[in-house]
């Protein structure tokens, strides 16, 4: 089968002819690969952040497909199922998969082979079925981005009517953010830095959307102008600018909730924030298989739209990838790998 893969370090993916997988674990499902998508993570794991289980890795671990074979332990899943990857390899016994200290790997990430190809294998305990009113070109990004936003809406603790700033909003997981904030009565502030970000803001529902070239005075000035108040009731940060972080805590209401989803090398934070204004920084990673299963009700139940450049075929995710470093393309790069699926 083909396969797109991180063959060397810092090096661009080679598209290579690989074995197709045979050999099961007792909780694994084999997939015939619909559409695989593109993540940051993705240029992560080129750079060499995630070393563990060595070279080549098939890169994306954002996937959908058809349930072709399954392992022997399986219960939840038979062929024929469509199915939305999970991302972890192995579950811990308790409600915090994702953070399970045990994990087997994460595919395309370490240690798994992800969906840049004709097959992949995924895991019963972490993936999901994919709803009928749910696409798998839109449930692919779903896989990671929009686990990752949903978990981050829980995290801010939110209730209807809330504030929800959002720095870093006209991307992959902001523009789902905006739809499914307002989809739970969530009064949206968008900021971003880029026009095609702004753009993207507004198509995606936000009312109040705030440009982050103006300096962030002006925009702490403006969100306390509309809230009425000292800020956010909760704002989540998606951007690993260096000015992104102290943004988002200043546009923070006191002792209100600060989510950092964004993965920069190290995350600066002026301590006035944490200590005299006592804003609370929390990590979020993404959400684990019972709320993947609600965010995908959400989206089709919402009708949430997920923003997608659609690529055919897997000769094209290089060209896929230049595009989506490129900074000029809004939401999130798909390939359709298998058009029969779709």
Known sequence: MTAVQVVEFHKPHQINTVPTPKELGDYDVLLKTAVASLCHTDSMVVEGMFPKGGLPRTASHEGTGTVVQVGAKVKNFKKGDRVMSGIPR????????????????????????????????????????VPDDVSLIDAAPLACAGCTIYRALIVTECKKGDWLAMVGAGGGLGHLGIQMANAQGFKVIAIDARDEALELCRKAGAEHVFDARKGQDEVVKQVKELTGQDGADATINLSEHETAAPLACAVTKMHANMIQVSQPAVVNIPFAELIFRDVRVKGSLVAGQEQSRDMLSMVGKSKIKVETNVFKGLKEVPKMVELAHSGKMKGKAVCVVDESQI
């Open 90 to 129: 192995n579950q811990c016994p308790d409600d915090w998969h994702q953070y399970c200290e045990n994990c087997e790997g994460m595919i395309g990430v370490f240690r798994a082979d992800g969906a840049f190809a004709d097959y992949h294998v995924a895991d019963a305990r972490t993936s999901c079925k």
